[in-house]
Structure formats: structure tokens, C-alpha cells
């Protein structure tokens, strides 16, 4: 019945060292969203695939990139983890313009 | 920019008490408003939404109403239960690129007791 599926549900990194979330889905939708929530705040918008248009959001590091091979799977890649990018990390999808389903996120820990 | 404010909480209830949380948006156009409810330790549920003014979206008890005059998405439901306990998140949704964008509000707690 999953959806959204985010894998691991709990991550732990280094400082510095290259960490991939995977997200896949079983909707066939056609855009992809990485939303970053850290703790207590609002999940915010990092970037989103439509298809396999990229769109970033003005404001994301550049530590951040992403990947999309195919429909189904989208990579978050943090190229060079610093303590602050702990958080939860939230993936969702859409057909086109409507509603987003969202993934149980992954938990990111950096020591 | 766009932006959603929510009252803050945390909100503490007993069971079968009146709720609202307030929400108000700033935005240009027409954007669509939803509510979004995070159980702990899982993503963003839907919980109802509203496409244009004076639409009222519904689900589960709760409701809300698309208020353009106000600029408020207020949240309701007549009798909570410990169930409900969870953060709520208002949300404005604008189209971009070939996607849409939610910008969310802070969230607020809601904590329901017996």
C-alpha cells in the first residue's frame, strides 16, 4: 500500500562525509518534491523534478543536489554534511499542479 | 514573498473540547489552502483543503474556510480527541515550474488529554 517510500527512515553521517536519501513512489506521478524540516520548524522546499526538469529553489546550498533516473526514484544527495543539515528530510509527489503526498521522511543525524 | 502564519502552541485540550487554530497568509493571486497534520515520527498527512474563497474544506471533524476577505484559513473541530494529538500545519500552495509550491506555517502542537 506504500506510496511514497523514503529510504533509510534514520540516517547517520559524518561531518563532511557525501550522504544519498532514496525516495521512490508507486503513483506514477510526474513531480517530485524534497522538502527539509528541521526540528520544530516548517518543512521548507529545497528543489523539485518535473519529469526530468530540475527546479531549484533560489535559496538551497549548493550542498545539495539531486537526482532523478526515472519516474519512480529521486536522490537527495548532501555532498558535504555540516551539523546544520540535521533534520528530517521529506520527499512527495504530485501529478503536475495538485495535491502532494508525502512520504514518512528520513531522519538525518550528523556527528 | 508568500508567507503563512499560525498561532503558536503548544495547544493543551481535554478530550471532547472545542478547537481552533488560527492561520492567516500572505500572497499575490489566488493561492489554494490546505492543512496538513504530522503524527510523530511520520510525514505530512493531508487533512482538508480549499481551492478559492468562501470554499469551506472538511475531513475526519474537522473543518475550515477559505476566508479572502480575512486572509485566514482558521482551524476547527467541535470535540477533540486524544487521537487528534499531533502538529498541524496551514499551507498555501502556488504553481511553479510544472509542479506547485506549499509554503507552511510553523506547525502547532496539539496536545489532547483525558
Known amino acids: 500500500d506504500a506510496m511514497v517510500i523514503q529510504n533509510p527512515r534514520y540516517q547517520v553521517t559524518q561531518f563532511g562525509k557525501p550522504v544519498t536519501l532514496s525516495c521512490s513512489q508507486t503513483?506514477?506521478?510526474?513531480?517530485m518534491y524534497w522538502y527539509q524540516q528541521k526540528s520544530s520548524q516548517a518543512p521548507k522546499l529545497l528543489f523539485h523534478?518535473?519529469?526530468?526538469?530540475?527546479?531549484n529553489e533560489a535559496d538551497t546550498p549548493d550542498n545539495f543536489q539531486s537526482r532523478r533516473p526515472n519516474t519512480s526514484f529521486c536522490f537527495l544527495d548532501i555532498r558535504s554534511p555540516g551539523l546544520g543539515d540535521a533534520a528530517m528530510y521529506l520527499c512527495?509527489?504530485?501529478?503536475?499542479?495538485?495535491?502532494?503526498?508525502f512520504g514518512p521522511g528520513t531522519r538525518l543525524t550528523v556527528l | 514573498g508568500d508567507s503563512v502564519t499560525q498561532m503558536e502552541g503548544p495547544v493543551t485540550l481535554s478530550e471532547e473540547a472545542f478547537l481552533t487554530i488560527n492561520c492567516t497568509y500572505t500572497?499575490?493571486?489566488?493561492?489554494?489552502l490546505f492543512w496538513y497534520v504530522q503524527y510523530p515520527g511520520e510525514g505530512l498527512q493531508l487533512l482538508l483543503k480549499?481551492?478559492?474563497?468562501?470554499d469551506k474544506g472538511s475531513n475526519k471533524g474537522f473543518e475550515a474556510t477559505y476566508r479572502k476577505e480575512t486572509t485566514s484559513f482558521h482551524l476547527e473541530k467541535g470535540s477533540v480527541q486524544v487521537s487528534d494529538s499531533a502538529v498541524y500545519f496551514c499551507?498555501?500552495?502556488?504553481?511553479?515550474?510544472?509542479?506547485?509550491?506549499?509554503?507552511f506555517g510553523t506547525g502547532t502542537q496539539l496536545k489532547v488529554e483525558l
Open positions: 499551507a498555501l500552495r502556488k504553481s511553479t515550474g510544472g509542479g506547485n509550491k506549499l509554503t
Open positions: 500572497a499575490t493571486g489566488y493561492p489554494s
Open positions: 512527495a509527489t504530485s501529478p503536475s499542479r495538485y495535491e502532494q503526498f
Open positions: 523534478y518535473y519529469d526530468k526538469d530540475f527546479n
Open positions: 480549499a481551492t478559492k474563497a468562501d
Open positions: 503513483l506514477n506521478h510526474n513531480v
